[in-house]
């Protein structure tokens, strides 16, 4: 059975079970007169999808939209799976990421490079997507859905190089994909997501800082639910990235920068005792595959520009 709920007004999330794991994929429906989905999480997870749309009472064929945050795989893998089920709808995807939505073969590779075969075997076979059904989008575009909900779509780097926000005008709210992090609302656990091979630390704090100067009432966390905790929580995410330069920096200093990312690995793991007691399943993949990723990535970074500066 998919757990649904209403989340704001003609708004409502769609627990993914992205890779078995309850509460750590979400999807948006938004359901105005025109109908769309904020993110579809992996191949995997279509059948669930399907089942929230129809839970809240709309039919597949009737959406319009499927507005991808970036392209990887929990997030834009499932796109194409679901398409086959929403004849009209358009897939919506920033302008870097778009040809891999069309072809694929890349985004699999590089998946594979970061997480591993298994990666494939969590997700799920991806279907490319024929070109006419995709609706590139720059930095500014908007999304009419309804006279009162039109949607506000942005660069939102440093996560990734093709990765937009959006935000939506009914409830003031922002879908921020992994902009933020990994977000437990119940406890304000955050866990910033910073994998490799494009993850950019400063561009990450500008679009921290871009969100900021919205205003927003609400963030919708694709990774697993909403605040209204706005600020709170787009400075605990700067605080965070913060804590791991530090790690990094000091690890530079000390010639060990292999050994960083054990460090972040262990700093990110501090206060999860209630996750792991709660949410057992979410624990043991977030400290088995996501922050080891995360911490890899972001040391991946440093590695990178220490290189580029030793030419």
Known sequence: MVYV??????????????????????VYLLTETR????????????????????????????IDYLIVTHVHLDHGGGAGALLKHMPKAKVVVHHNGAR????????????????GKEAMARAGEVVP?????????????????????????FDAQGHCTHQINI???????????????????????????????????ERYFDTLEKLKTLHARKIYFAHFGVTDKVQESLELAAEKI?????????????????????????DACQ???????????????????????????FVHYYKRRLAKERR
């Open 5 to 26: 709920s209403k989340v704001a007004d003609n708004i409502y999330i769609i627990d993914s079970q992205l890779y078995g794991v309850p509460r750590f994929g979400a």
């Open 35 to 62: 109908k769309a989905l904020v993110d579809t999480s992996a191949t995997t997870s279509a059948h669930l999808v399907i089942e929230g749309i129809r839970e809240v009472g709309v039919r597949p064929e009737d």
């Open 100 to 115: 891999h939505l069309a072809d694929p073969s890349n985004l699999v590779k590089s998946a594979i490079q970061v997480q």
């Open 129 to 153: 997507i024929a070109e006419d059904r995709l609706q590139v989008v720059q930095d500014s575009a908007t999304i009419k859905l309804s006279d009162r909900q039109v949607l506000d779509i």
């Open 167 to 201: 935000y939506e005008s009914r409830n003031r709210g922002i879908f921020v994909g992994d902009a933020v992090g990994n977000y437990i609302a119940e406890y304000e656990i955050l866990v910033p997501i910073t994998p490799s091979p494009s993850f950019d630390p």
């Open 242 to 266: 913060r804590r791991r330069q530090e790690i990094v920096q000091r690890a530079i200093q000390e010639n060990r920068l292999e050994a960083a990312a054990e460090e972040i690995v262990a």
């Open 271 to 297: 206060g999860l005792a209630v996750v792991k007691e709660k949410m057992p399943a979410l624990y043991d993949y977030w400290t088995t595959s996501s922050i080891p990723m995360s911490a890899a990535g």
